[in-house]
């Protein structure tokens, strides 16, 4: 054996394991290292084997932790070695060492390629795993038709061929470019008839790799997927040394599985009908058998058709077969087995409509949550949450609160947010939506953010009805001995505003809640003294009669906080106290709160946030996209809680909120609503703790203008802020409101971002989210739109009206006037195209949300590039109708300038996603692009379009460009809307580069009827 | 893709770390550590699943298995099935093997180079190669003659010495 022939690295090896401590290690390490070091110096006296070694070692005490960096160029320079060994050692600790951006990885480029295009084939394995593990852009560049060829050779060995398959794939991730050839596909697709297995599962890994990014090019490679699985699975077709405990390579059907994962369905009936053969066979004759290894292997391939079938959404018969399948999983003995369970069926509830099926495992599912293990209980934890609706609820609720208080550390924080947020959600009435958040904070203070108190008391403040509940709670927690000071903040914050309503019950007189909740104050932080000393001054308020006692009492307290280190709690001393004096005008200034504005969840848009940044687009995901049926909006995250039906959501009750009319009345009642203020905040000299913000800033100072106009100037800084208060609220009245409601994100950026995709979201606001879903098909599209209703209370008034440009026919079916608390409706949009324009129709959306009237004005996707479909042409194709159109109307050249400066693969990338489809190789000069497509419309039909693009490498913010079609008019739109995405930047449409010199496109009929309406919004997006 | 395969004893100590996705030397140790702390906390007889966003970051997954005094890890990410992982150390595991007769942790430490090229034979940037664990031992046995030969005598392979006198 050629290593522990190197006595020299044993011997060090052991060394280190005779060390006894970390700092010996060090020192030893240390010595060897600069043995090292000295021996590479002077390099002459150095053989071939004595660097093998040396680098060995070095590995070795990289591995341990130690920075190695004098020895990569050491590394680097055996790849270039003659001899096998040292060449070995070269290649393994660079892909080791060195990451795809070194700069020395250039140094070895040529030698590797000279491995590659050489004869040798050990020396091809050793440098394609070099180029396998850490090649980059620039080796995919130089040697991607290198490897292609190793890979297509017939002459190579498998072991050489399966490594240029996954090196491709490397190569393919760092430029998607290298399969940008004539003729890959059908390459591809001859590749999976190989026999050799190994050959074929690197094979199929480079399909997975190619189809989830574009599946659109390799269709020829479905019946392909489906015969290897019937080879595996049903002929059990394979060399005995590939199968893997009885099964036949399990990791190939895996992959051949998930392939057909990222194509939207299986259309050929034959292929179709032979799969689900193949399926069935797989779901039905997987049994649990005492070997684990052969468990495992059989349950790989079982899972990933489960998978498969959830995507081609078999018929229900299937599913409800899958579901059945994954209850038995969940209870079996073999733990791997519950937890892919309990995953899977985390993952089916996203895709498809299995609720109530998966409804009848619950009480197994929550017994999980009790399972030793806690991978399996954070599995339990996320399907109980994604399972959860109306109807399950208070079932489920419970049982995450009751498990809180055994759960570890580890999982409280989530499981308290988790239960927070269903119970918001689902909330069958809102006094047992208060009494969970309150076990909460009982039982996991300290798990429990600022977040959740706060959306509690939101809650409280804007329900008449739940208040004396609340305070009758907060005053019950109160008198326990020993609690958070969560607890303490938001009881005693309730009790200040509501503890009045109590009056008339035993011990809740004005002074035995002061007491009980001054007993409190010496054990908290300094961040809960200011509500404390808040709710005293609202108590104080609320007395009736007047208890001199116990005003005495309060002033004393109000006085020991004045001379306060912590600023906050001594201005809010020092100004309570000067009101105390104020007599009846302090029951003015102090007023009740108003009610806060419906707004987004905070909790909720943090568990959003948080499904967001797992990006990796995996083939589930992918499939939830594709699958418009109920998800909300698919770029939403909801659906990966669930996506509940739209009637259960629907079904949401919560009685005692706010109806619309009494909503009015309530504002009647209190002039300024709670968001007015809270936006003064910022302006506000009143420093006050970040994190609360968004609850205590307006507790301070509070009252009809005229009131607080009385307070003496000057008296404290508060009295300023006021004023401010009073100027901003004599701005905005309440008629004005529909100015407050902001967007959430950009408009423009969310309309680019449709011009390109087919679903996501149009618009959203506090109130009502707008997603579009579309389908194209020749000059006909079909869009739908999803109205949500985001909030508790219903949307009315909703009209919505399209303002369609000459060139789109469209018809908007019906939109109901109300949308229900919480449901969404959709509503289909048909589209024609009538003849090639530019502009862009307009959506005119309007509702009433509590008083307030909203109009918005929405672009809608429906854009040139929706009705031009990819297509691919040959030189042979290319040139002759290239010809054929000469000249003007037909033919369009233009010089344009101002061009957004991009690497020409970048631009390719851009015409291909607008279906400009980049024909390499037609234009003999490097720097020029040439692409086609066709052009649908009812006018010109099926249009064929060519586009020629030559940049100039010295400058690019210059081009020219050539276009032609067989329509005039098609060939000037096109040729503007080609430029309206090469000079602007499609991402900020408002600010286009001031170099921009083509003239803007003349404003057309749309455009002056969306400018008569809302010139500002609309004119500026349109350009 | 997978991520990472770390191989470390019952107290900690690495024995094999290839990461598939660069991360920096300090990165890699830091985490092997906080890998050590999560498996040498499970006990006997869960499942081989763990949950590793919090330390590898979104869309990773981890299985591992423990042997003697060995845990094998994999991180991977959706893209990969679960169990297929799983089955994969299963393979390098036979394959150490039978390269070793009879593995123990000794070997593992004395013949680094050889771990190497044996995860070099099943996995390859980050993707399955080969799962056939004969195979394996052919490509090995091949490669480790190719190290002998030339070792002691300087013996280029005639395919080479073809190539370089053209």
């Not at chain 1, 007395?543 to 001379?563: G, H, N, T, W």
């Not at chain 1, 921009?996 to 009827?1009: I, K, S």
Request: include cysteine.
């Amino acid at each position: 054996m050629a290593l522990s022939g190197m006595r020299g690295l044993s011997m060090f090896i052991s060394d280190i394991r005779n060390c006894q401590n970390k700092e010996q290690e060090r020192l030893r390490v240390d010595k060897e290292l600069g043995n090292i070091r000295g021996k590479f110096k002077n390099e002459k006296g150095l053989s071939p084997y004595e660097k093998k070694k040396y680098v060995w070692k070095m590995l070795y005490v990289y591995m341990l932790g130690y920075d190695v960096d004098f020895g990569h160029m050491e590394a680097v320079s055996l790849i270039s070695a003659p001899k096998y060994p040292e060449k070995q050692v070269g290649y393994i600790a660079t892909s080791c060492l060195l990451n795809e951006n070194h700069d020395f990885l250039r140094l070895a480029i040529n030698a590797v390629r000279n491995d590659i295009i050489g004869r040798n084939e050990t020396f091809q394995c050793l440098a394609l795993t070099l180029v396998g593990n850490i090649g980059g852009r620039e080796f995919a560049e130089s040697l991607a038709p290198d490897v292609q060829r190793l890979l297509m050779s017939s002459g190579c060995r498998p072991l050489v061929r399966k490594k240029a398959a996954l090196c491709l794939l490397r190569l393919y991730r760092k430029n998607p470019d290298v399969v940008n050839i004539d003729g890959w596909p059908d390459r591809m697709a001859q590749l999976l008839d190989e026999r050799d297995l190994g050959v074929l599962t690197s094979a199929m890994s480079l399909l997975v790799a190619l189809v989830s990014n574009n599946h659109d090019a390799y269709w020829s490679c479905v019946p392909k997927c489906v015969k290897i699985l019937e080879r595996l699975a049903r002929n059990q077709d394979v060399p005995q040394d590939y199968t893997y405990y009885g099964i036949p390579s399990p990791w190939l059907q895996v992959k051949a599985m998930r392939a057909l994962q990222y194509f939207p369905t299986i259309e050929d009936p034959s292929s179709r009908r032979s799969l689900f053969e193949v399926l069935q066979r797989i779901l039905m004759g997987t049994d649990v058998v005492k070997n684990v290894n052969k468990n495992n292997a059989s349950h790989a391939v079982l899972f990933e058709a489960l998978a498969l079938v959830m995507h081609l959404d078999a018929e229900k018969e299937m599913m409800s077969q899958c579901v059945a399948l994954l209850g038995k999983f969940i209870a079996v003995r073999e733990p791997n087995i519950r937890y892919l369970g309990l995953e899977n069926m985390t993952r089916m509830l996203m895709v498809t409509d299995v609720h109530d099926i998966i409804k009848r495992h619950q009480a197994q599912i929550i017994t999980s949550l009790k399972d030793p293990d806690i991978s399996i209980r954070r599995r339990a934890l996320d399907l109980l949450y994604g399972m959860c609706d109306v109807s399950n609820a208070k079932d489920i609720v419970e049982e995450l609160l009751q498990y809180l208080s055994t759960a570890e550390f580890a999982m409280r924080e989530e499981l308290s947010l988790k239960a927070a947020i269903l119970a918001e959600k689902f909330a069958p009435d809102l006094s047992w939506y208060v009494d969970v958040i309150l076990q909460l904070i009982d039982k996991a203070g300290d798990f429990v953010s600022d977040d959740i108190w706060f959306r509690v008391v939101q809650f409280v403040t804007n329900n008449e009805d739940l208040q004396p509940y609340a305070a009758l709670k907060a005053r019950e927690y109160l008198e326990k001995p020993a609690i958070h000071e969560t607890m303490v903040k938001v009881s005693a914050y309730i009790l200040g505003e509501f503890g009045h309503l109590l009056a008339r019950r035993p011990g809740c007189s004005p002074r035995e809640l002061f007491s009980i909740i001054h007993e409190k104050l010496p054990a908290v932080s300094t961040s809960t003294i200011p509500i404390l000393l808040s709710s005293y001054a609202k108590i104080l308020m609320h007395m009736q009669p007047l208890d001199s006692e116990l005003q005495r009492q309060i002033s004393a307290v109000f006085r020991k906080y004045e001379s306060c280190i912590d600023a906050e709690i001594q201005q809010r001393a020092v100004e309570y106290l000067a009101l105390t004096v104020k007599g009846p005008a302090l029951a003015d200034i102090l007023a009740e709160m108003p009610k806060f504005p419906e707004r987004q969840s905070a909790l909720i848009k943090k568990a959003e946030d948080a499904e967001i940044d797992t990006a990796e687009q995996s083939a589930i995901k992918l499939r939830a996209a594709q699958q418009g049926s109920n998800a909300l909006v698919v770029a939403d995250p909801l659906p990966a809680n669930g996506t509940p039906p739209v009637g259960s959501l629907g079904l949401v009750k919560v009685p005692s909120m706010n109806t619309n009319t009494n909503y009015e009345a309530t504002q009647k009642a209190l002039p300024q609503p709670n968001g007015a203020l809270s936006e003064m905040d910022s302006q506000q000299a009143i420093p006050s703790p970040d994190l609360l913000g968004d609850l205590l800033g307006p507790l301070a100072i509070e009252g009809p203008p005229g009131d607080a106009a009385q307070s003496e100037p000057g008296s404290a800084s508060g009295a300023e802020a006021t004023s401010n208060v009073v100027d901003a609220l004599a701005l905005a009245p309440v008629e004005e409101q529909p100015n407050s409601v902001q967007p959430i994100g950009s408009i423009a950026e969310r309309f680019q971002n449709l011009c390109i995709k087919d679903s996501g979201v149009l618009y959203e606001d506090p109130y009502i989210q707008i997603g579009i879903k579309a389908e194209w098909r020749a000059h006909h599209g079909r869009m739908v739109l999803f109205l949500g209703n985001k909030n508790t209370a219903p949307l009315d008034s909703v009209r919505a009206l399209i303002l369609p440009p000459a060139n789109l026919k469209m018809e908007l079916s019906l939109v109901p006037e109300t949308i229900p608390p919480r449901a969404q409706v959709q509503c289909p949009l048909e589209v024609v195209n009538l003849c090639p324009s530019r502009d862009v129709a307009v959506l005119d959306f309007s509702y009433k949300f509590a008083a307030s009237m909203v109009n918005i004005k929405l672009r809608l996707p429906a854009v040139l590039n929706k009705f031009l479909q990819p297509l691919s042409l040959s030189a042979e194709e290319f040139f002759p109708s290239w010809r054929s159109l000469s000249g003007p109307p037909l033919k369009l050249q233009e010089v344009v300038r101002g061009v957004r400066p991009m690497p020409l693969i970048e631009m390719a990338n851009l015409f291909n996603t607008y279906h400009l489809i980049v024909c390499p190789g037609l234009d003999p000069n490097p720097n020029n692009l040439v692409a086609c497509t066709t052009f649908y419309s009812e006018s010109t039909r099926a249009m064929l379009c060519l586009i020629r693009v030559e940049t100039d490498p010295a400058d690019r913010t210059q081009l020219r460009m050539t276009i032609a079609s067989g329509d005039p008019t098609l060939t000037f739109e096109l040729k503007e809307f080609i430029k309206e995405q090469l000079v602007a930047i499609p991402a900020n449409p408002r600010a286009p580069p001031p170099s921009q010199a083509p003239a803007p496109p003349p404003a057309q009929a749309p455009t002056q009827v969306a400018a008569l309406t809302d010139p500002g919004a609309i004119l500026a997006g349109l350009l | 893709m997978i991520k990472a395969v770390i191989m470390m004893n019952t107290q900690g100590k690495p024995r094999l770390t290839k990461f598939y996705d660069f991360q920096p030397p300090e990165k890699q140790q830091e985490l092997v550590r906080t890998l050590y702390s999560v498996l040498c906390t499970r006990p006997e007889g869960v499942s081989n699943f763990v949950d590793v966003a919090s330390i590898f970051g979104p869309d990773s997954r981890l299985v591992y298995k423990h042997y003697a005094t060995l845990y094998f890890v994999f991180v991977y990410d959706s893209a990969e099935n679960e169990l297929a992982m799983l089955d994969l150390i299963q393979v390098f595991v036979e394959t150490l093997d039978k390269c070793f007769k009879n593995v123990c942790e000794l070997d593992i430490v004395f013949n680094y180079g050889k771990l190497h090229t044996i995860i070099d034979e099943i996995i390859f940037g980050g993707q399955v190669l080969e799962t056939n664990s004969a195979e394996i031992m052919r490509a090995v046995e091949e490669i480790s003659r190719l190290e002998a030969a030339s070792s002691t005598i300087s013996l280029v392979p005639k395919s080479v010495s073809n190539w370089r006198s053209r």
